[in-house]
């Protein structure tokens, strides 16, 4: 791809996930240059500008001499270089960085047009620093994280390189690309900004998007399974409250649905309401989906916006707080209580499923001679597990806050935090989404030899279990199965 004017999440995915190359367009390097200009400019006046020749933090007050100023962006980024933990893994570094080099190139940061080319020729080189995942507080952006990338470039700290973990000058070498060191400003504008929630953002709502259409179509089959009226998916109920998301997931269940021999089966039955679980998805799906397009919204403006400090304009540098990371965790954490809704509902469903007092299929879908055989009766514990896990973790982190750097920085975000316990729910759910799916394949079977609608139909067959058995077997294998095409898209695409 090519740095231009705007990124988007698919660019994102293409250079974090797939190695996609990068490259700065010839409008990039002229912002980027005519910055640096202004930067120099403002140096040889002497006046004393924050983060370019005065200290940092509580030290803004101290004048940096004209000797110490490289030094003084060295220094910066080796003490900021204090993150703790597991690591972050290679996509969320990789997508940090392409982050970062984009914010970089807008031209109102002062580096140098070699500072940004450093950060692309890592990637485009695939040496990904090793940047630990806790430390930052989300306000005067990332600073640990993005300190440990900054590191990498000056060929210091750890990377990783071919699967192996080793010092970061090796494999710079191994590529036959040279350090950087530092000038006026860079230091600090490589570290000021909040890329690390961003990319962990980014790449969980492009997550939780792929889940929620898995989530629509899975749905679709427990209510098929479990005789589910398709009244409450009405056009008409839905113009009545009439939220976009609400009147989509409503289409898309009929659309699923349409042409089911199992509801045709059962349209003259005495049942009267059906449960919430089944009932109420386009409310509560939909409200999941109104959120996922607010968070996207949110998070494709801060990719494509300058969050460091000092800003460099033509007549001057102006300090602000643009590195402050309230809106994306704020966004991070209203995902994650959507995201753990989509789960807990889907929860319910499965225990419908398995449940013999509701469902009106073989107890716990267990087939040969029943007591004998347990079917799916565990897999639902798993799902109250997982979603239980996520009432937990969905509690919101941007309502804490924490003072740092001498009271200088008393207020925070915790947004880093937000983000990366929001890929927790993502990935929880996903599991509890493609437990549901196991379950709701092999419930449509129980009704043959009567079909789902024909849409659904090849749905059902591609999580179907390759091998069924009139015993009891492990399904762990064709769990991690269905999990994948979830987590791929595969369920989605299957459909187009």
Same mark, same amino acid.
């Given at each position: ?5 705007? *990124? ?10 797939? =190695? ?47 000797? $110490? ?13 204090? #993150? ?14 392409? +982050? ?14 070699? /500072?940004?080319?450093?950060?692309? $020729?890592?990637?485009?080189? @695939? ?9 930052? /507080? ?26 192996? @973990? ?9 590529? #036959? +690309? ?8 860079? #230091? *600090? ?13 980014? +790449?969980?709502? =492009? $997550? ?13 089959? %427990? &209510? ?54 089944? @009932? ?27 969050? $460091?400090?000092? +800003? ?5 540098? *102006? ?8 809106? &994306? ?28 007092? /509701?469902?009106? *299929? ?25 979603? %239980? ?43 509890? &989404? ?36 009139? @015993? ?25």
């Amino acid at each position: 791809m090519v740095i231009k004017d705007k *990124l988007t999440i698919e660019d994102l995915i293409n250079v974090s996930r797939n =190695y996609e190359k990068v490259e700065l367009s010839e409008e990039a390097v002229k912002r980027i240059k005519r910055s640096r200009k202004n930067v120099e400019k403002f140096l040889s006046t002497g006046k004393a500008i924050y983060g370019i020749n005065t200290g940092f933090g509580a030290l803004a007050n101290v004048k940096i001499s004209k000797e $110490d100023i490289n030094d003084l962006q060295t220094n910066l980024v080796r003490s900021h270089s204090a #993150g703790v933990g597991t690591p972050f893994d290679e996509e969320t570094v990789r997508a940090m960085m392409l +982050l970062r080099a984009f914010s970089l190139s807008k031209g109102f940061s002062g580096v140098r047009i070699n /500072v940004v080319q450093g950060i692309l $020729d890592m990637l485009n080189h @695939r040496i990904t620093p090793m940047v630990p995942s806790q430390g930052s /507080v989300g306000a005067s952006g990332d600073l640990a994280p993005l300190a440990h990338v900054a590191l990498s470039m000056m060929g210091e700290g750890e990377v990783f390189y071919n699967h192996q @973990r080793m010092n970061a000058i090796e494999a710079l070498e191994k590529e #036959g +690309l040279k350090p950087l060191k530092y000038e006026a400003k860079e #230091g *600090l504008a490589l570290t000021n900004g909040t890329q690390a929630i961003t990319s962990l953002l980014s +790449l969980a709502l =492009y $997550d939780a998007k792929t889940l929620f259409e898995s989530s629509l179509i899975i749905a679709s089959m %427990s &209510v098929d399974a479990l005789k589910g009226s398709t009244t409450p998916f009405d056009p008409r109920i839905h113009e009545l409250r009439p939220y976009n998301g609400q009147r989509y997931v409503a289409e898309k269940i009929m659309e699923y649905l349409d042409g089911s021999e199992i509801r045709k089966s059962h349209l003259n039955c005495s049942k009267v309401q059906d449960a919430y679980s089944l @009932r109420a998805i386009p409310q509560v799906l939909g409200a999941v989906k109104d959120t996922i397009d607010y968070v996207e919204n949110i998070t494709i403006t801060e990719m494509n916006s300058v969050t $460091d400090n000092p +800003l460099i304009f033509e007549n001057g540098a *102006l300090s602000g707080g643009n590195f402050h990371g309230e809106p &994306v965790a704020l966004a991070a954490d209203f995902l994650a209580i959507a995201i753990s809704e989509l789960a807990n509902i889907s929860e319910r469903r499965i225990d419908r499923l398995v449940n013999p007092l /509701v469902s009106g *299929l073989p107890p716990f879908l267990a087939r040969g001679k029943a007591g004998l055989n347990s079917g799916m009766m565990l897999w639902q514990y798993t799902a109250a597990s997982l979603v %239980s896990e996520n009432k937990v973790l969905a509690h919101p982190a941007s309502v804490d806050s924490i003072p740092t750097s001498a009271y200088q920085e008393d207020h925070v975000s915790m947004g880093t935090f937000a983000a990366r316990k929001l890929r927790m729910i993502v990935e929880n759910s996903m599991r509890v &989404v493609a437990i549901e799916g196991m379950l709701a394949s092999r419930a449509i079977r129980f009704h043959a030899p009567l079909k789902t609608g024909k849409k659904l139909e090849k749905y059902v067959e591609l999580l179907k279990e390759n091998t069924p058995s009139e @015993r009891d077997s492990y399904l762990g294998k064709h769990f991690e199965e269905v999990l994948e095409k979830i987590r791929t898209g595969r369920m989605i695409k299957r459909g187009k």
